[in-house]
Nanobody, 121 residues
Framework: QVQLVESGGGLVQAGGSLRLSCAASGRIFNINDMGWYRQAPGKQRELVVTVSRGGVTNYADSVKGRFTISRDNAKNTVYLQMNSLKPEDTAVYYC???????????????WGQGTQVTVSS
């Protein structure tokens, strides 16, 4: 009933930029925190950045100054602008959102399907 659909991944050279988008759809009453996580091969999924409904952000140290998160509450969409990409940024990037659906009484953590970001050296 609620889904997150990501777009914007791809292959880029080191130093390049990519922009990821994630749109939430379905029976949504309210969206609280939204964010991005990533998982590299052989590693655990890790936080990249989150943003509250009010715009408070929390960045991983590894991406501070290079990545920028933004959200459009009217469109239920969150964006991730990634600049100065490094090979170590290569991973599958997952959108995450804490959503109160119209059919629910509590927030539920939803995940997107993931989008591959590959940075070549």
């Amino acid at each position: 009933q609620v889904q997150l659909v990501e777009s914007g991944g791809g292959l880029v050279q080191a130093g390049g930029s990519l922009r990821l988008s994630c749109a939430a759809s379905g029976r949504i009453f309210n969206i609280n925190d939204m964010g991005w996580y990533r998982q590299a091969p052989g590693k655990q999924r890790e936080l990249v950045v989150t943003v509250s409904r009010g715009g408070v952000t929390n960045y991983a140290d590894s991406v501070k100054g290079r990545f920028t998160i933004s959200r459009d509450n009217a469109k239920n969409t969150v964006y991730l602008q990634m600049n100065s990409l490094k090979p170590e940024d290569t991973a599958v990037y997952y959108c995450n959102a804490k959503i109160l659906a119209t059919t629910a009484r509590v927030n539920i953590n939803y995940w997107g399907q993931g989008t591959q970001v590959t940075v070549s050296s």
